[in-house]
């Protein structure tokens, strides 16, 4: 499970990737600075798709007699409420990550405490798991799955 390397002039959420400085300290506070704009941007596009959604969904609301064509508006509404559920568990794991970065832990795997590193947060600004204990969780979950 690799993680891209970012290409300069990748967006991400906007924001470009970061470049430490040489001899920069992992989670300084400028990269701290990065991820808050990451995780911020991420969070803003999130409520503003919810938004749309439940606009759309009231504008779109309509008491259709053909029943074909009620089911077919009814499963349109499920699964734009299953993207959305899906997104506002997200949202938690957003703020979650702010929470961590206010009280200076983000950066570092929560099972053995290891840098998780700047690429892979850029990837998944959410990670909680450095690369290793991640795919070590997921053979453990194949396994228990199995």
Not at 44 to 67: F, G, H, S
Request: negative net charge; glycine residues 6%.
């Amino acid at each position: 499970m690799d993680v891209p390397a970012a290409k300069p002039g990748m967006l991400i959420h906007g924001v470009l990737p970061y470049e430490p400085a040489a001899g920069e300290d992992y989670m300084s506070d400028e990269q701290y600075t990065h991820f808050r704009r990451i995780l911020n941007a991420w969070r803003q596009e999130l409520v503003a798709e919810a938004d749309r959604t439940m606009n759309n969904m009231k504008d779109e609301v309509i008491n259709l007699p053909d029943p074909a064509d009620r089911a077919t508006q009814e499963e349109e509404f499920a699964l734009e409420l299953r993207t959305r559920d899906r997104e506002r568990k997200l949202l938690k794991k957003i703020e979650r990550s702010l929470v961590k970065i206010d009280e200076g832990e983000y950066g570092y795997c929560e099972a053995c405490g290891i840098e998780i590193g700047i690429r892979r947060l850029e990837a998944r600004p959410t990670a909680e798991l450095c690369i290793d204990c991640k795919e070590l969780a997921e053979i453990k979950e194949k396994q228990m799955a199995g």
